[in-house]
């Protein structure tokens, strides 16, 4: 064969499963549609957790990749202007995760992979896996010379996100796909206003807010918007006044808006996460709404299962079941904190007695040091295997 994995797409997914191939000397080529600029400079997750943490380490690339970042101190959840802190770190035992922007992440794997001789082929068009169901798989792609070039390999490893064409080249009737549309509308914007003393998530009548550091002098904010209303129409005065009655806030700095988006509150999961010698890895075969921050640290937990069984020459069989256990719990975890903050606010949404509940849920988290501890496990991730 050509090589022993063909990589298709460089997310987090792809450049983390490299640089893990590449450290323990197994080859591998990566097949990326887009160009280096574009991929470095995507904008989106922005925390490792503690658990992607250790596993960056236990390939050396602590330094290289992940480290440097700011670690993670207390979470700020504001009920109606009141501040409340959670010492997530403490709480989960002394683990902290750290903030490292998913472009910063992403230039730094594709830095060390290249500088450890790397072959990395960006620009690769009309990628397309073959003979999957076989012993010698095959992906074939056209250069931007339409050139036509094919890879023979052991193993196809997709991790080319929801849209890519790794899950859609698994034949009908192989997968099987879970669709869930959680009702909340979120909308984001990128701002050049100072970071927030702490991550912060407010609750609020007003509907749902929250506020991440996205590096010292620029903020990442959600707001929950109504059915029916396009916050794409939004002026900014209007975000502005929201964020500030959100997060009860008169005196909330302002900066220009550099980025506007409408974020799905959606998940999906197919299973199984393989199909002969095809693996899906991250958003390939899952995606899940950013509450709990949890989209692209499974990308990279899968990443390591899909490493370890390959460099170990064990475990392949087990790969799906490992990663699906792992991502239904964090998926659950999800659906879990997305209903608390948003019921908790919000009346018309849910009615009045489940907004009691939820806000008897996030109470406990305050009142209950083990109901605490259990939030700050999953924040920091969990053991993968
Ligand atoms: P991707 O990042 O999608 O990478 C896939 C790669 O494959 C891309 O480079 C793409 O160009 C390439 N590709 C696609 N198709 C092909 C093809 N046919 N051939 C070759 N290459 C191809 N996660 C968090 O953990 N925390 C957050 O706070 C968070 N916030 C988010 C906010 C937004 C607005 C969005 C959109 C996502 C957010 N996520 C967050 C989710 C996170 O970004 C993803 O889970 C993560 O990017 C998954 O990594 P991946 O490598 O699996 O997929």
């Known amino acids: 064969a050509d090589t022993t994995v063909v990589i298709i797409g460089a997310g987090p997914a792809g450049m983390s499963l490299a640089n893990f191939l590449q450290r323990r000397g197994v080859g591998c080529v990566v097949l990326e549609m887009r160009d280096r600029a574009y991929v470095e400079g995507r904008q989106r997750a922005g925390v490792i957790d503690h658990r992607a943490g250790e596993i960056f380490a236990e390939f050396g690339l602590d330094g290289p990749v992940s480290g440097g970042g700011p670690v993670e101190t207390l979470l700020e959840i504001r009920t109606d202007g009141a501040p409340r802190l959670l010492d997530v770190p403490a709480l989960a035992g002394g683990r902290p995760s750290r903030l490292v922007p998913q472009q910063m992440l992403v230039r730094r794997l594709i ?54 064409v ?18 909340i509308g979120w909308y984001t914007v990128l701002a050049d206003s100072p970071a927030p003393r702490y991550p912060l998530m407010a609750v609020s009548r007003h509907g749902f807010a929250a506020q991440f550091a996205r590096g010292p002098r620029a903020s990442r904010f959600y707001l929950q918007y109504r059915p029916g209303d396009d916050p794409r129409q939004w002026p900014d005065e209007h975000t502005w006044r929201q964020l500030r009655l959100r997060l009860g806030d008169e005196s909330l700095p302002e900066g220009p808006i550099t980025g506007r988006e409408v974020v799905e509150m959606r998940s999906f999961v197919a299973e199984p996460m393989s199909y002969g010698r095809m693996f899906l890895v991250g958003d390939a075969a899952h995606i899940i709404t950013p509450m709990g921050a949890k989209g692209m640290n499974l990308a990279i937990a899968d990443a390591y299962v899909l490493a370890r069984a390959i460099i170990d020459g064990a475990g392949l069989d087990e790969y799906s079941a490992v990663c699906l256990r792992r991502t239904w719990d964090y998926q659950e975890f999800s659906r879990w904190y997305a209903e608390m903050v948003h019921d908790a606010g919000d009346d018309a949404r849910s009615g009045p007695f489940r907004r009691k509940l939820a806000l008897a849920r996030l109470d406990r988290l305050f009142a209950s040091p083990p109901a605490a501890a259990a939030f700050a496990d999953l924040m920091a991730g969990t053991e993968v295997l």
């Open 166 to 183: 790794s899950r859609r080249s698994i034949p009908d009737g192989a997968l099987t796909t879970y669709s869930f549309d959680h009702g």
């Open 111 to 164: 830095g060390t992979f290249l500088e450890g001789g790397g072959d990395l082929r960006f620009e690769a068009l009309d990628v397309t896996p073959h003979d999957l169901g076989g012993d010698r798989p095959r992906v074939t792609y056209r250069d931007t010379d339409g050139v036509e070039h094919e890879l023979t390999c052991e193993y196809v490893a997709g991790c080319d996100g929801f849209h890519g």
